[in-house]
Each structure stands twice: as C-alpha cells, then as structure tokens.
C-alpha cells in the first residue's frame, strides 16, 4: 500500500499516525546524525580534523545532553507531523496524494517553495528567540552547544521544537504539496540541518570567492551562531542574513581560514562548559 494510500484512504487512527511517524522520524534522525558522527568523529576524525571549524572535541556531555533533548523533540514532530497529516485527511490543508491533481512540475516546484518559505520561516523565528524575553524559555537549550555536534541539529527545548515543526504544517496550508515531495522537503531539512551542525565545514575554498557565497550557507556560519550568540541566523541561504546585515563581520575571513588549513592540527582534549 502506497503513503497517500495508507493515509487518505486506509484512515489509520491519531495513535498509530503519531506512532508511525515518530518512528520514521526517530530512524531518519538516527540515520543521518549517527552517520555523520560515525564519520566526521569516529572513521575519519584524524583525516578530516583541519575542517573541524572550532578544533577541539565537543564533551560528552554535550552530546549526551544533545541527544537526550533530540529524543524529545523527535516526540513533538512526530505529534505534530500526525496532527497536519490528519488534518490533511480531513480536507483542512492542502495536503494531497494524486501527483495527477497537480502534475509533475508542480510536484518537483512545491519543494523549491518549501525550502524558501523554511528558510524564511526559520530567519525571523530564529531572530525572535534570540529577544532576552524569550531566549530562556525557547533558545537557551540549542545554544548549551557552543561547540555542536551533528546530536545538536534537533536539540531544542519543548517550546523550540514546537515552533520548529511549525513549518509542517504551514507549508501544507499555505500551498498544496503532495505527501511524497513533503516528505522529500523533510529529507532535505535533516540533511542540511545536521551538515550544518557537524562542527566540520565541508564546502570548498572557493565558494568564498564566487557569487555563490551571496546565496548559500556553510557550517562555519552556523557554528559561529553557536559560539558567539548572536548574528548568522541563517539556515539554508545566506540572503536573508546579507539583507538584514546580519552576517558576522569575520564570517568570510572565518570561512577562509578554515578552508585553508594545510596540516592537521592536534586534537585537544574536549572542553568543558560551566
């Protein structure tokens, strides 16, 4: 049985929705986390450690602390991804499981707009849970990782990870979307997201000196977030962060000092954090 057969035509119940998709949720996020540690601080720590953007471990309880705050968040997307596949089914998005209602083009073009639409959902949330009234109660958790690993991409706290999934069920109501390319966006933002909390920057020297720096984001940006609090509230693209001036003023020269490091520097001990 296809996806939009098992879920506008089979009716499963609210139970075995969240069930089902905090499971797919949890696998994803195991998948594309625990693949990324499995590389970046495990396979290949010592061939790759010159990219490590702050060089030096992260603690490990850090990372115990990052997956402990993922498992929760995992538990609010799963509720939530249930609750707008459920309205789906009721008729009150535009949630849809004929690629036929709106053809191909329309298919691949639903993505595109969703990752814009994420990327500027997530700037100017992002930017209002840095507010000192509201950074305690939404932020702080995300930023106890000052030196992330690929664990930090879903650990929020309760409050952020409701804000977070926000953009689930927006996007369906906003535009109509097919449940397999909504589920492709979903492949996109784990991918992008825990790349961008590796620690590691993997983009080439070069993207420094083309136009290219103008529209993407790299994990140098992102760590830089982390470590100094504010500016860089980017997620996918640079756009909004050079519109509203954002960007840190050292990020282009941060971005080439990594990317330019010839040998392997030694690594440190982890840090530990008060």
Same mark, same amino acid.
């Given at each position: ?32 986390? +625990? ?36 498992? =929760? ?14 309205? *789906? ?10 690629? #036929?209602?709106?053809?191909? +083009? ?10 814009? =639409? ?25 930023? =106890? ?20 999934? *926000?953009?689930?069920? =927006?996007?369906? &109501?906003? /535009?109509?979307?097919?449940?397999? #390319?909504? *589920?492709?966006? /979903? ?8 790349? +961008?909390?590796? *620690? ?14 103008? !529209? ?22 640079? !756009?909004?962060?050079? &519109? /509203? ?30």
């Amino acid at each position: 049985m296809s996806a939009p057969e098992f879920f506008f035509q089979r009716n499963p119940g609210m139970f075995e929705l969240s069930a089902g998709i905090t499971v797919a949720v949890a696998l994803r996020y195991m998948i594309f986390a +625990g693949l990324a540690w499995l590389l970046c601080y495990v396979c290949f720590r010592q061939r790759w450690f010159h990219r490590k953007i702050i060089a030096i471990l992260p603690p490990p309880g850090d990372v115990r602390r990052e997956i402990a705050y993922s498992v =929760l968040s995992i538990l609010i997307f799963g509720l939530v991804a249930a609750a707008t596949l459920f309205a *789906g089914r009721q008729g009150w998005t535009q949630l849809y499981g004929s690629i #036929a209602d709106y053809g191909w +083009g329309w298919f691949w073009t639903s993505i595109v707009c969703a990752i814009f =639409l994420h990327d500027t959902y997530f700037y100017w949330t992002h930017r209002l849970m840095h507010h000192p009234k509201l950074f305690g109660a939404f932020h702080r958790v995300h930023h =106890l990782s000052k030196n992330p690993s690929p664990w930090a991409a879903y650990a929020f706290s309760p409050l952020e990870a409701i804000v977070q999934t *926000g953009i689930f069920p =927006l996007a369906v &109501l906003v /535009m109509p979307m097919h449940i397999f #390319a909504f *589920g492709l966006f /979903m492949f996109w933002q784990i991918l992008f997201n825990v790349l +961008g909390h590796t *620690g590691y920057e993997f983009h080439p020297h070069a993207l420094m000196d083309s136009w290219l720096r103008r !529209i993407l984001n790299t994990p140098t940006n992102h760590v830089m977030h982390h470590e100094k609090m504010q500016g860089n509230y980017g997620l996918y693209f640079n !756009i909004w962060d050079r &519109l /509203m001036g954002t960007n840190h003023a050292e990020y282009e020269d941060r971005f080439r000092e990594v990317t330019l490091r010839k040998n392997q520097p030694t690594i440190q001990p982890t840090q530990h954090h008060t």
